[in-house]
């Protein structure tokens, strides 16, 4: 199993170490953990993409501690950019922007531009501080499955891999990926919703477009079937709960919001019903779903829509993206 790492500065000075060796760490992000390296570093990028079976077409967030280093890492900084980030980095958003010669072309899978993003958790901070560079980190997961919101997480998905350290960053405070804002085109696009939302970010830039779930072209990672379970997943909206369940004889996992009736030969993996909860607890709980030895998980999905709602919807859907809809 990969070794988890108290986030104390020896162990942070380590791990730069290691990043400057070409190696990867597992590292705490507000957001999901990430699996992080060289932004700068073809072999490190290209172990990355091999330990998470990753395509090399799908691009990496490059993570920079600030908006000085965020410089270094493209061209075309503008005054978008520059409001953006005084508003929301250290955060959950990835501004897309002209790649410079720091981020390698393969950690972006061969384009011109780069996601970069200022995280705000305080260790992947440190991190980020004591190797002085931009670091190149995809989720913590093997490609396609669920995004680690613990360093048990990361251990779990990378558990063949005995010397890979991670950080311990606690759980993540916000749950879902960031949110992905594409600048590198007339129109920004939200290629990615995230906590940050298109209501956040229109009065500071104008009109932004939204990207149509599933469609692959602009950014390879928002294919429509990703952040899923190993598990059969089926989306069932709550009117339909009652009649699905009562076809499935073997046990499954339904994970709704707190309260819902479950008949008791399945299992209820209970939601919160504030957004920014569910939004932490949704892939821990998806997760713990996948472990219970069920044949399908059923996920109910919220009625509520609007803000980091949209967000956890996204991730629903894409969990389910390949089973039959009910
Ligand atoms: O919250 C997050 O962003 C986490 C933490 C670790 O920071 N990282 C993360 O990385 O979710 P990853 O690799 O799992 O997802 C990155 C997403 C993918 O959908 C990818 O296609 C898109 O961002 N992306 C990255 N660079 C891009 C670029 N240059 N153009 C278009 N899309 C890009
Ligand atoms: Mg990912």
Redesign the pocket.
């Known amino acids: 199993m990969p070794v988890i790492l108290a986030p104390t500065s020896e162990n942070i000075a380590l791990c730069a170490e290691r990043l400057r060796r070409g190696l990867s760490v597992g590292?705490p992000?507000e957001?999901?953990?990430?699996l992080g390296c060289d932004s700068s570093s073809e072999a490190a990028v290209a172990e990355v993409y091999a330990m998470k079976s990753?395509p090399q077409s799908?691009?990496?967030?490059a993570?920079v501690l600030d908006i000085a280093m965020a410089k270094k890492a493209v061209v075309g900084w503008d005054v978008r950019a520059q409001r953006l980030a005084d508003a929301f980095w250290p955060g959950?958003l990835?501004i897309?922007l002209p790649?410079r010669a720091e981020i390698c072309a393969l950690s972006?899978?061969g384009?011109s531009?780069?996601?970069v993003?200022a995280?705000a958790h305080p260790v992947a901070r440190a991190l980020l501080e004591a190797f002085g560079r931009p670091i190149s980190?995809?989720?913590?997961?093997r490609s396609g499955r669920l995004?680690p919101t613990s360093a048990a997480h990361v251990a779990e998905e990378f558990a063949a891999f005995a010397d890979l350290p991670i950080l311990e960053g606690g759980p993540c405070e916000?749950g879902?990926?960031?949110t992905?804002l594409?600048l590198?085109r007339a129109r920004p696009m939200i290629?990615?919703p995230?906590a940050i939302t298109r209501k956040d970010l229109e009065p500071l830039i104008g009109p932004v477009a939204v990207s149509e779930i599933g469609h692959q072209g602009?950014?390879?990672?928002?294919s429509a079937q990703?952040y899923a379970p190993e598990t059969l997943s089926e989306l069932v909206d709550e009117k339909n709960l009652a009649s699905r369940l009562d076809l499935l004889t073997e046990r499954v996992a339904v994970v709704a919001f707190a309260g819902t009736r479950v008949p008791s030969h399945h299992e209820l993996f209970a939601m919160p019903r504030h957004a920014g909860a569910y939004a932490q607890l949704l892939y821990a709980t998806l997760r713990r779903a996948d472990a219970a030895g069920v044949t399908t998980i059923i996920i109910v999905p919220p009625s509520e829509h609007g803000g980091l709602w949209d967000a956890a919807h996204d991730r629903i859907r894409r969990a389910t993206a390949y089973a039959p809809r009910k």
């Open positions: 590292v992000t957001t999901v953990y990430g990753r799908n691009p990496l967030i993570h959950p990835a897309v790649r972006v899978g384009r531009s780069v996601a993003r995280p980190a995809p989720s913590a997961n995004s916000v879902l990926e960031s992905v594409d590198s290629l990615r995230g602009t950014s390879p990672g928002t990703h």
